[in-house]
């Protein structure tokens, strides 16, 4: 799996590594699926602080087109973590969902006289 990694903030692009290790962490059980991975920081409203640290993951799907998953957070981290979770559960129910379908055409069409 790629993993490209966008920063123009120091503090986040210090988290390069951490951020391309998450990833591939993450997304273990899915790569098949996954080819590509784009992951965007940046601080939304600059040195003011509060809960501005902004994640944005994109996941380049083989079958499903892009997925595209963003969070807010109050450090750098928290917002990686929420938003690859919800990637991950976005990709689960992707997947499952196809392959139900799947499941049930195959059931329809086999049970057909």
């Given at each position: ?16 590594d ?11 059980r ?18 003011r ?65």
């Amino acid at each position: 799996m790629q993993v490209l990694f966008k920063s123009r903030h120091p503090e986040a692009t210090d988290l390069r590594d951490l951020t391309e290790q998450r990833v591939r962490f993450v997304l273990r059980r899915l790569v098949w699926l996954v080819p590509r991975a784009e992951v965007q920081m940046s601080d939304v409203n600059g040195p003011r602080g509060g809960i501005d640290k902004r994640c944005q993951v994109e996941l380049r799907t083989d079958g499903a087109g892009s997925v595209v998953v963003s969070s807010v957070a109050g450090d750098w981290r928290t917002a990686l973590e929420n938003a690859l979770a919800r990637a991950a559960r976005f990709l689960m129910r992707l997947w499952r969902r196809g392959d139900d379908s799947r499941r049930l055409r195959q059931r329809f069409i086999s049970h057909e006289p």
